[in-house]
């Protein structure tokens, strides 16, 4: 199959690399340094999965540029950004094309599909902690890599063999893939994690580490996951585990040092994903009746320093 992956950072670059020196079919969307450097050097990857390596030549595009006609396309870019993105998936995609993105922000899909009634558009989500370190050059310092992907609650299950062979071939690069009919839930557990740390540790100025120890850090951190545990539970998803050990247990096995792209973003003066991290958060749990206390704190922060 053609996977497309747009978005050749930190996520993009990792699942792309992955795939590609597993024998896929793989093109980046890009832009930038980091594609110029992709074109001349190829891909250079250090990763805690799969060890060093190199991948040249690769394809690499921009969204002008790329004419082909992908079988998978994996959205890999940041929550602010999803909407240059409708036109160019309107171009290259068919109603046999599976998009699957995987940002940061809980219920991209649904939202994605409105825009792309024709085309095949799941839910999805993913762990990894990546980063470019320059350009073409990322790496990947902590071995977690899963991808989970699938159909929203009443969507038609359409091009489902493709999608149990996407499932296939990321198990055979090496990344946890899992085909779930559980997406809402296992979209919003990786949501409970990547919200409230990105949250916190924008609101603290903290690292994984500093949410491993007890004290406000961690204390803030576990009111956030709490609140998105509620809004689960009103919305009649029921977890499995609790989701303030999973998450505590994720810091855990991350450099004590790792902070969040958001932090990162902030930090250089980008746009940043706080409208779908924090703001929509408040938000949604209004439509469910709920106040989230933590959120409106962390929300009404933020808005004051334009974030």
């Given at each position: 199959?053609?996977?497309?992956?747009?978005?050749?950072?930190?996520?993009?670059?990792?699942?792309?690399?992955?795939?590609?020196?597993?024998?896929?079919?793989?093109?980046?969307?890009?832009?930038?340094?980091?594609?110029?450097?992709?074109?001349?050097?190829?891909?250079?990857?250090?990763?805690?999965?799969?060890?060093?390596?190199?991948?040249?030549?690769?394809?690499?595009?921009?969204?002008e540029e790329y004419s082909d006609s992908p079988?998978?396309?994996f959205v890999c870019v940041k929550y602010y950004?999803?909407?240059?993105?409708?036109?160019?998936?309107?171009?290259?995609?068919?109603?046999?094309?599976?998009?699957?993105?995987?940002?940061?922000?809980?219920?991209?899909?649904?939202?994605?599909?409105?825009?792309?009634?024709?085309?095949?558009?799941?839910?999805?989500?993913?762990?990894?902690?990546?980063?470019?370190?320059?350009?073409?050059?990322?790496?990947?310092?902590?071995?977690?890599?899963?991808?989970?992907?699938?159909?929203?609650?009443?969507?038609?299950?359409?091009?489902?063999?493709?999608?149990?062979?996407?499932?296939?071939?990321?198990?055979?690069?090496?990344?946890?893939?899992?085909?779930?009919?559980?997406?809402?839930?296992?979209?919003?557990?990786?949501?409970?994690?990547?919200?409230?740390?990105?949250?916190?540790?924008?609101?603290?100025?903290?690292?994984?580490?500093?949410?491993?120890?007890?004290?406000?850090?961690?204390?803030?951190v576990i009111t956030l996951i709490r609140e998105?545990?509620?809004?689960?539970?009103?919305?009649?998803?029921?977890?499995?585990?609790?989701?303030?050990?999973?998450?505590?247990?994720?810091?855990?096995?991350?450099?004590?040092?790792?902070?969040?792209?958001?932090?990162?973003?902030?930090?250089?003066?980008?746009?940043?994903?706080?409208?779908?991290?924090?703001?929509?958060?408040?938000?949604?749990?209004?439509?469910?009746?709920?106040?989230?206390?933590?959120?409106?704190?962390?929300?009404?922060?933020?808005?004051?320093?334009?974030?």
């Open positions: 199959m053609k996977y497309l992956i747009i978005g050749a950072g930190g996520t993009g670059g990792c699942l792309g690399a992955y795939l590609r020196k597993a024998g896929q079919d793989v093109t980046w969307i890009a832009r930038g340094k980091h594609l110029e450097a992709l074109r001349e050097k190829g891909l250079e990857a250090h990763t805690a999965g799969a060890g060093d390596f190199r991948l040249s030549p690769v394809s690499a595009y921009t969204m079988d998978v396309v950004s999803l909407g240059e993105c409708v036109p160019f998936l309107k171009r290259v995609c068919n109603s046999h094309t599976a998009v699957i993105p995987v940002l940061n922000v809980f219920g991209t899909g649904g939202s994605l599909q409105e825009q792309l009634p024709e085309i095949p558009v799941l839910d999805g989500c993913i762990y990894i902690y990546g980063k470019i370190e320059k350009p073409g050059v990322i790496v990947q310092p902590s071995p977690i890599f899963r991808v989970f992907f699938g159909y929203r609650p009443g969507q038609p299950k359409r091009e489902e063999e493709n999608l149990l062979q996407v499932e296939r071939d990321l198990k055979a690069a090496g990344i946890e893939g899992h085909f779930t009919p559980q997406i809402r839930r296992d979209a919003l557990q990786k949501f409970s994690y990547v919200s409230p740390v990105g949250a916190a540790g924008l609101y603290y100025g903290a690292t994984a580490g500093d949410f491993t120890v007890p004290g406000e850090k961690q204390d803030l998105i545990e509620a809004i689960g539970q009103a919305m009649g998803i029921t977890f499995e585990q609790d989701l303030t050990e999973v998450n505590l247990e994720i810091l855990k096995g991350l450099e004590k040092d790792a902070d969040t792209s958001m932090q990162r973003d902030v930090a250089a003066g980008r746009p940043s994903e706080a409208e779908g991290l924090i703001h929509n958060v408040v938000e949604l749990a209004g439509k469910y009746g709920l106040v989230c206390p933590g959120y409106r704190m962390v929300s009404r922060w933020a808005r004051e320093r334009g974030l």
